[in-house]
């Protein structure tokens, strides 16, 4: 039983297309995120949901929207893709937002805009 | 705002060597911290974690204490093994500042030869 899955795993594209990635959670789990992990491993938040509420809105271009249709799926939408959205997109969940709580990662989705 | 500094790499080591990943943080509040590994083309899965000072947390032969006068959780372990090789990461997590959004170290990649 996958916890947290993700949909494509590879999306290769090219500039100024709009796609979509999704994600889905299996676990209850209240509060759902995306990151951005680049060529050199490096994570970097991009959105939080609480029971569909946006938390976390980092500082990201607002070609990229999420959208939370239930506390169970959060799906990303890219607007416009230039290359330097070429990454790996991952999906995850936790418990609720409190610190205590760890997170759980999907398996990531390779984005490569061409 | 709260920050996560860990040991750079990569690290090469051989197989049954002893391990210690440096990690430092600052936060404002008291954070709860964990280790995650990212193995080859997956998604990042928690390791241990430790949400109150003097805590060890301790899973498959690796262990971290949250040390609050010095501001780290140092990863070790006493004998590594060629599966062991991954990134890993250091996180800390502050729902007092930061709406439970996860502050990630830029990522530590270890290499384990035979």
């Known amino acids: 039983d996958t916890a947290v899955s993700q949909t494509p795993k590879y999306l290769v594209t090219q500039m100024g297309n709009d796609k979509s990635i999704k994600c889905e959670q299996n676990l209850g789990h209240d509060t759902m995120y995306w990151y951005k992990q680049d060529s050199k491993k490096f994570l970097k938040i991009m959105f939080s949901?609480?029971?569909?509420?946006?938390?976390i809105n980092e500082t990201v271009p607002n070609r990229f929207s999420p959208k939370s249709p239930d506390k169970a799926h959060l799906n990303l939408h890219i607007n416009s893709l230039e290359l330097g959205d070429s990454a790996v997109y991952f999906c995850?969940?936790?418990?609720?937002?409190?610190?205590?709580?760890?997170?759980?990662f999907g398996p990531g989705t390779r984005l490569t805009v061409t | 705002g709260d920050s996560v500094t860990q040991m750079e790499g990569p690290v090469t080591l051989s197989e049954e060597a002893f391990l210690t990943i440096n990690c430092t943080y600052t936060a404002t509040g008291y954070p709860s911290l964990f280790w995650y590994v990212q193995y080859p083309g997956e998604g990042l899965q928690l390791l241990l974690k430790a949400t109150k000072a003097d805590d060890k947390g301790s899973n498959k032969g690796f262990e971290a204490t949250y040390r609050k006068e010095t501001t780290s959780f140092h990863l070790e372990k006493g004998s590594v093994q060629v599966s062991d090789s991954a990134v890993y990461f250091c996180?800390?997590?502050?729902?007092?500042?930061?709406?439970?959004?996860?502050?990630f170290g830029d990522g530590t990649t270890l290499t384990v030869k035979p």
């Open positions: 996180a800390l997590s502050d729902e007092n500042t930061n709406a439970g959004k996860s502050t």
């Open positions: 949901y609480n029971n569909k509420e946006l938390i």
């Open positions: 995850a969940s936790s418990q609720d937002s409190r610190d205590s709580y760890e997170q759980y």
